[in-house]
Structure formats: C-alpha cells, structure tokens
T-cell receptor, first 113, second 115 residues
Framework: DVKVTQSSRYLVKRTGEKVFLECVQD?????MFWYRQDPGLGLRLIYF???????EKGDIPEGYSVSREKKERFSLILESASTNQTSMYLC????????????FGPGTRLTVT | AQKITQTQPGMFVQEKEAVTLDCTYD???????LFWYKQPSSGEMIFLIY??????QNATEGRYSLNFQKARKSANLVISASQLGDSAMYFC????????????FGRGTSLIVHP
C-alpha cells in the first residue's frame, strides 16, 4: 500500500525556534512537495523537489527551506518560526511523469506561539 | 502564470442526486493537465480524476466525471448519485505543460450531502 508519512501530527513551537518537518515516502517517487493549507486559501506550494538534492521554489517559499538528501525523504525547515507560520503542512509525492497524481501524507498541524 | 478559480465556497446536495462543482482556469500554456482532489474531514487528500488538455473525451472515474470545456477554460467536476461519504472539501488543480511539475490548487469547495 502506498505510503507517505510525516514525522508529527501535531507540533507546538515557540517563536524563533528552528523547526524541522520530516516526510518519508515508500513509493520510489521522484517528485516530492511541501504545501501549507489555510482555511479559505486552499493548498499553497512552498517547495518542490524533482530529484535528490534538487529543489524549486513554490508560491510561498519565504521563511522556509528544504532538504532532500535521499530520494525517500523530504524535509521542510522553518529557520526561525513565526506566528504567521501556524498552519497545516502537507507533504506529497508523485511519479515524475504524473505530477498530478500526488499521494499525500496525513499532515502536520503546526502551532507557533 | 496559471490560476485556478473555484467560485463556490459551499454546496449542498440531496443524497442520490448529481452535483456539479465549478472550476475555471487560466493559463497561457498550450499543454496542461487538470485534476481534482477530495479532502474528507479526516484530512487526507485523495486524488479523484485527471484530464489532459489534448484529451478529446471527458475523463470519467466511476461516479466522477470531469466536464472539460476548453474554449470556456472550465473543468467542472460532476458527481453522479451522491452519497453521504461524498461530503468533503473538493479541490481543483492544474499542472502546466512543458515538463514542469509544479501544480496550482484552487481554494476548494465544501460539499455537504444531505440524507
């Protein structure tokens, strides 16, 4: 069964902390994505990776960075968390030639206080 | 730049009836893909259906069909014979052509199916 897992379901951090969100997929997919989901705004792409060590900025990369050292793992890093980064974060993966068919993780609800 | 617009924040439908969720898009790419996802209250995103811009026929997957009208730049999702389990958020999205894999999602439509 296809699986995308995220390291935490719920996370509470303080302003200024460095935050790591981990995502692992077991489908040997080339593409991996990080989105944030806010009510009324839908899904907004933060970063996208199409191969190991390769990344592209999405619509809202400011305040975030990513790391993909292994094909199955894609990390989202908040260098200095701020309250406006309180959100639901969704990770997804897809085969290279079918970027539309994304498999999503369960999400991490991050609260920054 | 590509854009997806879903103008219906919320929709209601009676069980067993059909419902259409609207989606319009804007792109200058000649080649692109359009697709829909479902997000139940549990939170997981579920891929429903895909339509390529050069596909001649509308895509169908079980009770889901994508009403693709290229000239009007619309890609409406039609759910036939609604079920209570269809209650969820529905997101329309697109990917550009030319080898790019970066998708754009709409803001979503909340569908509630009444018994």
């Amino acid at each position: 069964d296809v699986k995308v897992t995220q390291s935490s379901r719920y996370l509470v951090k303080r302003t200024g902390e460095k935050v790591f969100l981990e995502c692992v997929q077991d489908m040997d997919h080339e593409n991996m994505f990080w989105y944030r989901q806010d009510p009324g705004l839908g899904l907004r792409l933060i970063y996208f990776s199409y191969d190991v060590k390769m990344k592209e900025k999405g619509d809202i990369p400011e305040g975030y960075s990513v790391s993909r050292e292994k094909k199955e793992r894609f990390s989202l890093i908040l260098e200095s968390a701020s309250t406006n980064q309180t959100s639901m974060y969704l990770c997804a993966s897809s085969p290279r030639r079918a970027a539309y068919e994304q498999y999503f993780g369960p999400g991490t609800r991050l609260t920054v206080t | 730049a590509q854009k997806i617009t879903q103008t219906q924040p919320g929709m209601f439908v009676q069980e067993k009836e059909a419902v259409t969720l609207d989606c319009t898009y804007d792109t200058s790419d000649p080649s692109y893909g359009l697709f829909w996802y479902k997000q139940p209250s549990s939170g997981e995103m579920i891929f429903l259906i895909y339509q390529g811009s050069y596909d001649q026929q509308n895509a169908t997957e079980g009770r889901y069909s994508l009403n693709f009208q290229k000239a009007r730049k619309s890609a409406n999702l039609v759910i036939s014979a609604s079920q209570l389990g269809d209650s969820a958020m529905y997101f329309c999205a697109m990917t550009p052509g030319g080898g790019s894999y970066i998708p754009t999602f709409g803001r979503g439509t909340s569908l509630i199916v009444h018994p």
